[in-house]
């Protein structure tokens, strides 16, 4: 086994005529259906992520004056036509809010985002869009479904 150091130039390639670890092992899987769709109450399908200029919970990257100057709060991304049937203009309040929770935050209406979904990072603690979402595991990877449940859109007058 090769000893690491500060003066090791490291390895040319990972993979080089057989994988370190073997072959890898696929499993095909049927698809499932979200454990939440949206419905009369709940009509918008909410998913979470990162943006461009802040990383995972922002601890650290929200620290950074330039990344804040870019990016200094939390954007809730909704569809042109979702905004306009809602009465929502771009940077207006909001509340959304799913069966888990609900949080304020402004809106940054946007031909960017399909039709009956909103995107909200999850870089903001005083928009702790995570809470919000659903922790029912998938029945393969066992894994929460954090990118997609029910939510709804309320303006903030």
Do not use: W
Not at 56 to 85: F, Q, W, Y
Not at 117 to 143: G, M, Q, R, V
Request: proline residues 6%; glycine residues 6%; charged residues 25%.
């Amino acid at each position: 086994m090769a000893r690491l150091d500060s003066c090791h130039l490291g390895s040319p390639f990972l993979h080089r005529k057989r994988f370190a670890k073997g072959l890898g092992s696929f499993i095909p899987v049927h698809y499932l259906p979200p454990d939440e769709l949206p419905d009369e109450k709940y009509p918008f399908i909410l998913t979470t992520g990162r943006n461009y200029f802040q990383y995972h919970t922002g601890t650290m990257s929200r620290r950074t004056t330039t990344l804040e100057r870019e990016d200094p709060e939390c954007l809730v991304e909704i569809n042109l036509a979702d905004a306009k049937e809602l009465g929502i203009k771009h940077r207006a309040k909001i509340k959304v809010s799913t069966r888990r929770g609900s949080l304020e935050a402004r809106a940054n209406v946007t031909d960017k985002i399909i039709k009956g979904t909103i995107f909200i990072p999850f870089h903001f603690y005083e928009a702790s869009a995570n809470l919000l979402t659903n922790a029912a595991l998938d029945p393969y990877a066992k894994i929460p479904e954090y990118k997609i449940c029910a939510a709804r859109i309320e303006r903030i007058e």
